[in-house]
C-alpha cells in the first residue's frame, strides 16, 4: 500500500516541481515538504493540521485527495497498531 507521503512525492516528481516549488505554494518551509514526504508527521502539530497540508499538496498537483487522505488515515492506523504492539511484547510479566 503507497503511503500519502510516497504519493504525493511521485505526483511532485511527475509534474517536475521541486520540493521548494511546493514549499512557496503552500508557504510552508521545505523541511516540512520533506517530512511530509518521507511520511514524517511528529514534524506536524496535530493530526487535524498534517490532513490540511495533505489536501493542500493534493490540490496543488490536482492529485486525489480522498485517495491521499484514505493513504494517510491507513498509514497513521498501521504506525500506530505497530507502537501499541511493540508497547505490549515490552511489557515484564508479574
Known amino acids: 500500500v503507497a503511503t500519502p507521503g510516497q ?3 511521485e505526483g511532485r516528481e ?3 516541481l521541486s520540493v521548494d516549488d511546493i514549499s512557496k505554494k503552500l508557504h510552508l518551509k521545505a ?3 520533506s517530512a511530509i514526504e518521507e511520511n ?3 514534524e506536524i502539530t496535530s493530526i487535524t493540521f498534517a490532513r490540511g497540508y495533505l ?3 493534493a490540490k ?3 492529485a486525489n ?3 491521499i487522505l484514505a493513504a494517510f488515515e491507513h498509514y497513521t492506523t498501521t504506525e500506530q497498531q505497530q507502537l501499541e504492539m511493540q508497547t505490549f511484547s515490552n511489557r515484564k510479566g508479574n
Open 7 to 9: 504519493l504525493l512525492k
Open 65 to 67: 485527495e480522498d485517495e
Open 60 to 62: 496543488i498537483l490536482h
Open 40 to 42: 514524517n508527521f511528529d
Open 31 to 33: 523541511a516540512l515538504i
Open 14 to 16: 511527475a509534474a517536475k
Open 55 to 57: 489536501r493542500a499538496y
